[in-house]
Nanobody, 117 residues
Framework: QVQLVESGGGLVQPGGSLRLSCTAS????????MGWYRQAPGKQRELVAR???????DYTDSVKGRFTISGDNAKNTVSLQMNSLLPEDTGLYFC???????????WGKGTLVTVSS
């Protein structure tokens, strides 16, 4: 079983920056996507950014131009550079790995990001 471990969360003021990192361990598998989700208090979990095994990248509209996702297929790692942070970016950020066939999702336990004055 694959284990995902996140790091890099913390408290930052609006306009500040944080970098989240995720490292996978365990047996290697065929992975189609790696990415980050977040869940704000009282809200549903949402996709923030993802990168495919081929390098295609998607961002949710609210973070475009501010966040940058990067990954290393060989090392099974993914990072999220977050700049110009806003209070609405606050939430628990989860690392995710997705295999489409057969469909399998792997999740980290989450790292907390708090953006506040």
């Amino acid at each position: 079983q694959v284990q995902l471990v996140e790091s890099g969360g913390g408290l930052v003021q609006p306009g500040g920056s944080l970098r989240l990192s995720c490292t996978a361990s365990g047996s290697t598998i065929r992975v189609n996507y790696m990415g980050w989700y977040r869940q704000a208090p009282g809200k549903q979990r949402e996709l923030v950014a993802r990168i495919s095994s081929g390098g295609a990248i998607d961002y949710t509209d609210s973070v475009k131009g501010r966040f940058t996702i990067s990954g290393d297929n060989a090392k099974n790692t993914v990072s999220l550079q977050m700049n110009s942070l806003l209070p609405e970016d606050t939430g628990l950020y989860f690392c995710n790995m997705l295999r489409i066939f057969p469909i399998t999702n792997y999740w980290g336990k989450g790292t907390l990001v708090t953006v506040s004055s």
